[in-house]
Each structure stands twice: as structure tokens, then as C-alpha cells.
């Protein structure tokens, strides 16, 4: 398999903070990759990189076969489903669940042009894929943050794209909605054989369908290889400065 | 009553009042949604110092407006961006400068300053034919870019950052929507002033939201809001002899009252059932 992400000694600075420090990664296509890290690692940051949100100020990034520079830059976010973090949004807000998830597909079909019927398919593909169709008409303000989360997944997906960045698509939401979040990832990772790069600082959101895993601390890649190889309790101890035991209340996987 | 229509004075003033409180409506519904209602205040006093500006060296007051206004705008995003600080902090430092700019201009003005104060309090039966024009022309120019760049708009609106991680130009929206703030602001400083024109920019589109979930439906009604505010205070200054931008402002305020009374979004459970 070919890497569809390369990222070559790439720093990235927000004010007198580098928040990513010299990160070197391959990821390679229809790989699903975890990024754990305690809050502040640069998680964020590294994904940031991919789609070309981050201010890089050192190395460069090739994502599928495209140096990203700002001639490319459209091209390749295009091709990349983001899901930020659970974002507030205002319950009154004039916009439906169905509008939301047109966002994405309108970045497809570009400037000056309209939604002819193969893209109003897509987009109800993508509601169904999710479970959302119900709720299509619906003021997104309305739904609960689990269903939020949806739609923003459903966005990403009316985009048809080829990588998938999900930034702690699972945080804030109650157990309920965390599974059913995670099930949803990992049904969308099987069906459409997306590269998916995964963000959490919690253990027990790691997903099973994960093979890749990447772990930070302060800014840097500080180890990078196999899932079961990372969650391992000398490693995790050191990356959370924190004993493994008060770590084990929010890791129902095994460790080894 | 019906004698006011005999006058061709009062027939600008009507045309002012439709291409005018649509302009602000529409205008008023990004800054709204984008939660930025500040730059409106920030363009009409940038654009009042560049009246002032004019006066002051013997250019068109008008022409002096719009580029103060443009520079302003410009000015506005990069200098966040930059400076890595909140939009609205950078909005409150434009502002600051220019009404420091057009005090001082005030200041420096000799003799009667009533053709500078008409710049705050606008004078709408005064406008000429070609004030009409350029409401028209800013009118059209706004409508026809809703028009075309709709879904990016709505985009841009809901959330940049998405917006921007999906491979659209936000940038190009957001400064347009910004570009075509200040021309708005600036075309309708001769009729509302640039004192008042921030509450038209805010009061319709704020009234709009408390009515409706559709975003078509918010720019229809926020411009109809506008239109009816700008109608109701020229009849009313006309009927009671005050003036006009004043009345225009107490309008569209009167309007936001009743549609945040009676809005139904105040009524969640109901909406819910429904």
C-alpha cells in the first residue's frame, strides 16, 4: 500500500507556542490511525497539518501524491472529511441538518454551480449511513451533541472523500453516544474504505477497527507503530505522567 | 395625507427607503450570523471620518466614504488574522481610530459644521438622483452576489472553519461579505447617517431571527424589516416634523420588540411536538 499522508519534519507555531515540533509520518492508504496524547500533545495540531489548517513553519506535506502549498490547497481539503471537535452551536441558528450536510457536497461541485440530482443522492446516502434521515429537517441547533456529531459525519461523507480526520469525535458525549459514534466510524471505515485518522487523549475510545497508532507528548511524535504495542502500561504511564492504575478507569481494552 | 406623493423629493426618498433598508437588511444578516454585529458600527464611523475627510480637503464626501470605509474593511480581517486576536478586537480598534479621525476633522473644520453633522443624522429628502442610483447599483450588486454564491455564503456563515477544511474560498466570501458591509454602510450615510445606520444594519435581521429557522426566508424578511423601517419613519417624520433617520432607527427597534414577543422560537416544546 502507498502512503496517501507524508509528513516531513514539519514544525507548526501558534504565537510564541510550537505546537508540533519536527513530526515525521506516513500513513498509509485505507489505514485507520489513532493519535493518543494527554490534552496539549499536538494532536490537533498533526491533523491540522493534513488539511492544511496549521500554520506549518518548517518541513513540507504531501497528501495524496500533492505537495500541500497554497496552489493545491482546495484540491487536497477537497478530498479530506474533517470532523472538528463538538462545536457549540447556537439552538436558533437558520439552518437545517439537511443544509448542514450540503456543505459538504457544495465544496465538490464547486463555485456557480447547483445540486443536480446525483449530488441530492449522496446526500441522503450520507444521512441514511448515519442514521440521521429522520432528522433532516430539523434546525441542527435542535439536536443533542451525540446527533451533532452525526451530522458533522455525514457532512464529511457527502464530501466523497478519500481521508477521513476526526478530531475527538467522542469527547463530551455520554456513553450511549459514544458507542453509538464509534460504530458508526468503524461501519463507515468498513463500507467505504476510507483513511481514517483518529484523535483522543481517552483510552477507551480507541476503536477496535484501529491497526496504526501514533502517541505524543508536548508538541512531538514520541512513539508511533502497532495499537496493541502502544497501549502498553510502561509506555502510557510515561506519556500521561500519571500511574497506569488511575489511566485503567478509562481503558476497558486490554494492556498488555 | 396623499400630497407627499406629489413631491419628487419624497419619491428619492421612498426609492432611498426600499434599496436602502434592503441593502442594510441583507447586509445585516451576515454580520448577524457571523456574530461580528460590531463591524457595522465600526464601517458606518469609518465611513463618517471619510465624509468628514472629504469635507475637510475639498473631496467628494461621498467618494472620501467609501474609501475610508473599503480601507477599513480590509483592514479589519488581516489585522486579526495578523495579530492573532479576536475579530471584534480588531473591529474596536478601527472604530476607535476613526472616530479619533473624524473628531479631529471636526475640530479642524472652520465655520458652520451642518453639512458634517448631516453625515450623523442623515438626510434622506435631501438625496439626489444620483444618491437613488448608487442605492440601486449597491442593491443589485448585493442581491446578485447572494444570488450566485448562495451555498457558500450559508458555508460561510454556519462555520468558517468548516467551510475553509472543506476546500471552499471562505476567504473570498468573508471579504466580499465584509467589501460589500462597507459599500452598503457607506452608499447610506447621505440617507440614515452614520450614527444610525449601525441599529438598521442590526435591528432587521435581529427581529428576522426570531421568526424564522430558514436562512432563505431570514434575508427576505431581515430586508422587508428594513424596507418597512425606512417607510414608516420617512411617513411618521413627515407626519410629526422630526427627524427622519431617528424615526427610521425607532421603527426598526419597534419591530424587533414585537418579533421577539411574539417569536415562536421562544416556544422550543412547541416547535418540538410540531
Known amino acids: 500500500m502507498s502512503a496517501v499522508v507524508k509528513i516531513r519534519d514539519v514544525s507548526v507555531s501558534y504565537r510564541e507556542n510550537v505546537a508540533l515540533k519536527g513530526a515525521n509520518l506516513d500513513i498509509e492508504e485505507g489505514s485507520f490511525l489513532c493519535v493518543i496524547g494527554p490534552n496539549g500533545a499536538g494532536k490537533t495540531t498533526l491533523l491540522t497539518v493534513i488539511n492544511g489548517l496549521g500554520k506549518i513553519i518548517k518541513g513540507n506535506v504531501k497528501v495524496l501524491g500533492m505537495v500541500l502549498n497554497k496552489r493545491n490547497i482546495f484540491a487536497i481539503r477537497r478530498n479530506i472529511g474533517y470532523v472538528p471537535q463538538k462545536q457549540d452551536i447556537d439552538p436558533r441558528f437558520p439552518i437545517t441538518v439537511r443544509e448542514v450536510v450540503d456543505i459538504g457536497r457544495h465544496c465538490r461541485i464547486g463555485l456557480l454551480r447547483r445540486m443536480n440530482e446525483a449530488d441530492r443522492e449522496i446526500v441522503e446516502s450520507a444521512m441514511k449511513v448515519v442514521g440521521i434521515s429522520e432528522l433532516a429537517a430539523r434546525p441542527i441547533g435542535h439536536l443533542s451533541g451525540g446527533e451533532q456529531q452525526k451530522v458533522a459525519i455525514a457532512r464529511a461523507l457527502a464530501q466523497e472523500p478519500k481521508i477521513m480526520l476526526l478530531d475527538e469525535p467522542t469527547s463530551n458525549l455520554d456513553p450511549k453516544a459514544r458507542c453509538e459514534i464509534m460504530e458508526l466510524i468503524n461501519k463507515v471505515y468498513w463500507e467505504r474504505r476510507l483513511t481514517i485518522v483518529f484523535v483522543t487523549h481517552l483510552l477507551g475510545h480507541v476503536s477496535d477497527r484501529c491497526r496504526q497508532a501514533v502517541l505524543m507528548k508536548r508538541g512531538r511524535i514520541v512513539w508511533q507503530g502497532n495499537i496493541n504495542k502502544a497501549l502498553n502500561r510502561k509506555l502510557l504511564a510515561d506519556l500521561y505522567e500519571c500511574p497506569v492504575e488511575a489511566l485503567e478507569r478509562d481503558m476497558p481494552l486490554a494492556i498488555n | ?274
Open chain 2, 1 to 274: 395625507m396623499l400630497e407627499i406623493f406629489q413631491y419628487k423629493f419624497m419619491w428619492r426618498a421612498i426609492l432611498a427607503s426600499v434599496f436602502g433598508g434592503a441593502s442594510c437588511g441583507i447586509v445585516g444578516v451576515w454580520v448577524i450570523l457571523l456574530g461580528i454585529p460590531f463591524v457595522g458600527v465600526a464601517m458606518s464611523h469609518a465611513a463618517f471620518a471619510g465624509a468628514i475627510v472629504g469635507l475637510l480637503f475639498g473631496f467628494n464626501p461621498l467618494a472620501s466614504a467609501i474609501i475610508f470605509c473599503l480601507i477599513s474593511s480590509l483592514f479589519i480581517g488581516p489585522m486579526a488574522e495578523k495579530a492573532d486576536f479576536s475579530f471584534n478586537t480588531s473591529v474596536g480598534i478601527i472604530f476607535s481610530f476613526t472616530l479619533g479621525i473624524a473628531f479631529m476633522g471636526l475640530g479642524l473644520i472652520k465655520g458652520p459644521k451642518t453639512e458634517a453633522l448631516n453625515y450623523i443624522w442623515g438626510s434622506i429628502l435631501t438625496i439626489s438622483d444620483g444618491d437613488c442610483i448608487l442605492l440601486l447599483a449597491i442593491f443589485a450588486c448585493l442581491s446578485l452576489f447572494l444570488v450566485c454564491f448562495y451555498k457558500e455564503i450559508r458555508a460561510v456563515l454556519f462555520n468558517c472553519e468548516i467551510a475553509r477544511a472543506s476546500g471552499m474560498p471562505e476567504k473570498f466570501i468573508f471579504y466580499s461579505l465584509l467589501l460589500l458591509c462597507a459599500m452598503t454602510v457607506s452608499l447610506n450615510l447621505n440617507t440614515i447617517g452614520g450614527l444610525l445606520i449601525f441599529s438598521l444594519i442590526i435591528a432587521p435581521p435581529s427581529a428576522a431571527y426570531q421568526l424564522t429557522y430558514n436562512l432563505k426566508m431570514m434575508f427576505l424578511l431581515s430586508a422587508l424589516f428594513g424596507v418597512a423601517s425606512c417607510l414608516a419613519g420617512l411617513f411618521f417624520s413627515y407626519l410629526f416634523n422630526v427627524p427622519c433617520g431617528a424615526v427610521i432607527i425607532t421603527c426598526a427597534s419597534l419591530i424587533f420588540v414585537v418579533c421577539l414577543v411574539f417569536s415562536p422560537k421562544r416556544k422550543v416544546k412547541l416547535y418540538e411536538q410540531a
